[in-house]
């Protein structure tokens, strides 16, 4: 493992306003704009979920959920907000986000450059070559090469910053052994064997333990506890996106990118969502509730870690230790001193934008679990375990809060 010392510039620190039951502080230091009001959904009456649905109970219980932006005019601009912002980061990174992610890079290069053959080179870079990745077609060195630029900064692309952060998810989910990461026929179960004694060796913080704890703050089975009722894989073919429920293209448009540089489109398996969750969910839905950015984001943390941090939780540990020792322990604000939120804040923005700017992942499935990387406790009391935050955050305050986090580490285009 590579301990790295950051220093960084610090930001402004605001809060949004929200009601007081509510975790109304965003992952980001940025100024804050209004907030839409923190609603709860609960209307999930048949006619509204065939308006999105497009037919009857007997028709279908499970819907493509980008269907309720080609209804639904509301959930078609939260799409599209929160595509733009996220595209943007990889457009035009702040200067916290881009040296990050660059520290982040120069480690991966230099694990790929320890790593004893190209088999197991291809291994870790099968998901991102392979036919549903970002750089499909490609090779071992053209992943090697965009690592490189990433670490150098000035000549990095979306595609490149992109491939960054997919690796980074695709170890977390590795070595979570989730199932998660889709497009792995051309790596055998021993070649993931051998990749990931290699990269326990390589980067401790990985430990099993350690990944437990990840699991049992941030996977979707937390965050999502209905997923397995309310999603369905109806095909396993994978079908290429473009953004949030396809808007890839115009967000790009709106952001004045040119096509050559666009963030590329990746493929993956549609998930159908049930239509009442559809109906009632405002936030645009993709996947459902996910726990994709506590695994990248515990693998970015141990790549530039140190041995007393432990990789995503640390700032959940912090909070409840405070909490502890003194009952009426509220936090306040994200994280828990400037340093901290202005580092780990812009790990967050990575690991959560990469997921909505290519549409895997919409804003209010990223939530939680992103949130809970800030220390902070994003469920109400009043819900229970087998609500999500599709259920508080589900009328817009989801695209705000993450939104803000992107533009926080943005530069503007």
Same mark, same amino acid.
């Given at each position: 493992?590579?301990?790295?010392?950051?220093?960084?510039?610090?930001?402004?620190? !605001?809060?949004?306003?929200?009601?007081?039951?509510?975790?109304?502080?965003?992952?980001?230091?940025?100024?804050?704009?209004?907030?839409?009001?923190?609603?709860?959904?609960?209307? &999930?009456?048949?006619?509204?979920?065939?308006?999105?649905?497009?037919?009857?109970?007997?028709?279908?219980?499970?819907?493509?959920?980008?269907?309720?932006?080609?209804?639904?005019?509301? *959930?078609?601009?939260?799409?599209?907000?929160?595509?733009?912002? !996220?595209?943007?980061?990889?457009?035009?990174?702040?200067?916290?986000?881009?040296?990050?992610?660059?520290?982040?890079?120069?480690?991966?290069?230099?694990?790929?450059?320890?790593?004893?053959?190209?088999?197991?080179?291809?291994?870790?870079? !099968?998901?991102?070559?392979?036919?549903?990745?970002?750089?499909?077609?490609?090779?071992?060195?053209?992943?090697?090469?965009?690592?490189?630029?990433?670490?150098?900064?000035?000549?990095?692309?979306?595609?490149?910053?992109?491939?960054?952060?997919?690796?980074?998810?695709?170890?977390?989910?590795?070595?979570?052994? *989730?199932?998660?990461?889709?497009?792995?026929?051309?790596?055998?179960?021993?070649?993931?064997? +051998?990749?990931?004694?290699?990269?326990?060796?390589?980067?401790?913080?990985?430990?099993?333990?350690?990944?437990?704890?990840?699991?049992?703050?941030?996977?979707? +089975?937390?965050?999502?506890?209905?997923?397995?009722?309310?999603?369905?894989?109806?095909?396993?073919?994978?079908?290429?996106?473009?953004?949030?429920?396809?808007?890839?293209?115009?967000?790009?448009?709106?952001?004045?990118?040119?096509?050559?540089?666009?963030?590329?489109?990746?493929?993956?398996?549609?998930?159908?969502?049930?239509?009442?969750?559809?109906?009632?969910?405002?936030?645009?839905? &993709?996947?459902?509730?996910?726990?994709?950015?506590?695994?990248?984001?515990?693998?970015?943390?141990?790549?530039?870690?140190?041995?007393?941090?432990?990789?995503?939780?640390?700032?959940?540990?912090?909070?409840?230790?405070?909490?502890?020792?003194?009952?009426?322990?509220?936090?306040?604000?994200?994280?828990?001193?400037?340093?901290?939120?202005?580092?780990?804040?812009?790990?967050?923005?990575?690991?959560?934008?990469?997921?909505?700017?290519?549409?895997?992942?919409?804003?209010?499935?990223?939530?939680?679990?992103?949130?809970?990387? &800030?220390?902070?406790?994003?469920?109400?009391?009043?819900?229970?375990?087998?609500?999500?935050?599709?259920?508080?955050?589900?009328?817009?305050? !989801?695209?705000?809060?993450?939104?803000?986090?992107?533009?926080?580490?943005?530069?503007?285009?």
């Amino acid at each position: 493992m590579i301990n790295t010392q950051l220093s960084v510039t610090t930001q402004n620190a !605001a809060q949004p306003s929200a009601p007081t039951e509510q975790p109304d502080s965003p992952l980001s230091n940025a100024t804050a704009t209004s907030q839409p009001s923190i609603a709860t959904n609960h209307d &999930s009456t048949v006619s509204k979920a065939d308006k999105y649905g497009g037919g009857g109970e007997s028709v279908t219980t499970h819907i493509d959920p980008a269907t309720r932006s080609r209804a639904d005019s509301k *959930t078609e601009a939260l799409a599209l907000e929160q595509t733009q912002a !996220a595209r943007n980061l990889f457009y035009n990174p702040g200067p916290i986000a881009e040296q990050q992610l660059g520290m982040a890079a120069n480690q991966l290069g230099e694990l790929m450059d320890m790593m004893p053959n190209d088999e197991m080179r291809g291994a870790i870079s !099968a998901r991102l070559i392979g036919n549903e990745g970002l750089m499909k077609g490609q090779s071992i060195q053209d992943v090697r090469s965009a690592l490189s630029r990433v670490t150098q900064g000035a000549e990095a692309s979306a595609n490149d910053r992109g491939a960054t952060v997919e690796l980074m998810g695709g170890i977390g989910a590795l070595f979570a052994d *989730t199932g998660a990461t889709t497009g792995m026929q051309s790596r055998s179960q021993s070649q993931s064997e +051998k990749l990931r004694d290699f990269l326990a060796d390589h980067i401790p913080l990985l430990s099993d333990s350690n990944i437990t704890e990840m699991k049992e703050l941030g996977d979707s +089975k937390v965050t999502g506890p209905l997923k397995s009722q309310q999603r369905k894989r109806p095909s396993p073919d994978a079908v290429p996106r473009f953004g949030m429920h396809d808007l890839g293209a115009q967000a790009d448009k709106n952001l004045g990118i040119a096509p050559k540089n666009a963030l590329g489109s990746v493929s993956w398996q549609l998930a159908t969502i049930d239509k009442n969750k559809v109906a009632s969910t405002a936030e645009p839905l &993709s996947g459902h509730m996910s726990g994709s950015p506590s695994e990248a984001l515990a693998t970015f943390d141990a790549l530039l870690g140190n041995q007393n941090e432990k990789p995503y939780v640390k700032a959940h540990t912090q909070t409840r230790s405070e909490a502890a020792e003194n009952p009426s322990y509220v936090q306040k604000q994200a994280f828990h001193s400037q340093d901290e939120a202005d580092v780990k804040s812009a790990r967050a923005a990575w690991a959560t934008g990469y997921l909505v700017a290519t549409g895997f992942h919409s804003s209010v499935e990223v939530a939680e679990s992103a949130l809970k990387y &800030s220390g902070q406790n994003p469920r109400p009391e009043a819900y229970s375990g087998t609500s999500d935050a599709a259920d508080w955050l589900g009328d817009g305050a !989801a695209t705000a809060m993450i939104k803000e986090l992107h533009e926080s580490h943005s530069k503007t285009p």
